[in-house]
């Protein structure tokens, strides 16, 4: 194949990729005194959050996936912040990227922060098969550590940067006591 070819080819799939909408969905930072609800999975930080399902609102979105994800109630739930993120190729050569590269080009993520409430953690609702084994809350301190640790390929930066900058808000907004 030539180079002109290729670069067409690229060109093309650069433009319908830019015809495609951002993914919707909320990511909410959950605290418990001076802890983080946090999971690590593959190499990766995961805090309750998801899709914005047809006629959620982000609110709602939010008590659904911490409940699925994690078994948590919550309380205080308060916006923090938004972030666009553009998806790069490498995204849908993984399991859990296949299927969204070729909805979306990327996601708008709207953060939230939120206590969990004084009622136990039960086990996740979720039958999307994203339900935590286990439910962990981190040290504030060392979820900023772990997730400073993490790659930042896939158009990742500005998400773990944002990721990272609401649980600093969470803490100094007094969420934590």
Not at 34 to 54: F, N, S, T, V, W
Not at 80 to 109: F, M, Q
Not at 137 to 164: E, H, V
Request: glycine content about 10%; charged content about 30%.
């Amino acid at each position: 194949m030539s180079n002109a070819f290729l670069a067409g080819y690229m060109y093309k799939e650069a433009a319908s990729r830019a015809d495609l909408p951002l993914r919707e969905r909320v990511e909410v930072v959950v605290t418990k005194g001076d802890k983080i609800l946090i999971q690590k999975r593959d190499g990766y930080a995961e805090m309750p959050g998801g899709g914005i399902d047809p006629g959620e609102d982000h609110k709602q979105t939010a008590r659904r996936e911490t409940m699925e994800e994690a078994g948590a109630h919550i309380r205080n739930l308060k916006p923090a912040g938004t972030v666009e993120s553009k998806w790069y190729a490498g995204i849908k050569d993984t399991d859990w990227g296949k299927e969204l590269w070729e909805k979306y080009r990327g996601s708008k993520t709207y953060f939230y922060t939120a206590e969990v409430t004084d009622k136990p953690l039960k086990k996740p609702t979720s039958d999307e098969g994203d339900g935590w084994k286990g439910a962990k809350f981190m040290p504030a301190i060392d979820a900023l550590k772990y997730l400073g640790t993490l790659d930042n390929s896939y158009g990742m930066k500005d998400y773990r940067d944002m990721q990272k900058a609401v649980i600093g808000q969470a803490i100094v907004k007094g969420c934590t006591t």
